[in-house]
């Protein structure tokens, strides 16, 4: 199993273990990835995990594969 978050490509730090240098970084690009994946995504709490887990993937491939955000972004995969 694994989680997945959406990253800027040129952020180095990991949204996993570094949430708020990463969260920093991205806000000082001008960018708001957390806010950009939340509009993508389309979930509710009746939900199991793993269907949001997979709701999550699908949002960050869904932004992934828009040629505006070519080489902008990339996905960032934990196992788990």
Do not use: H
Request: hydrophobic share 35%; net charge negative.
């Amino acid at each position: 199993m694994a989680e997945f978050m959406l990253s800027l490509a040129t952020n180095p730090y990991d949204p996993f273990e570094e949430y708020d240098l990463w969260k920093n970084f991205d806000t000082s690009e001008g960018f708001d990835t957390p806010g950009l994946l939340a509009r993508t995504l389309s979930t509710s709490d009746d939900l199991s995990q793993d269907d949001q887990d997979l709701a999550v993937e699908q949002a960050i491939e869904s932004i992934l594969s828009n040629v505006s955000f070519t080489g902008l972004y990339k996905k960032v995969e934990r196992k788990t």
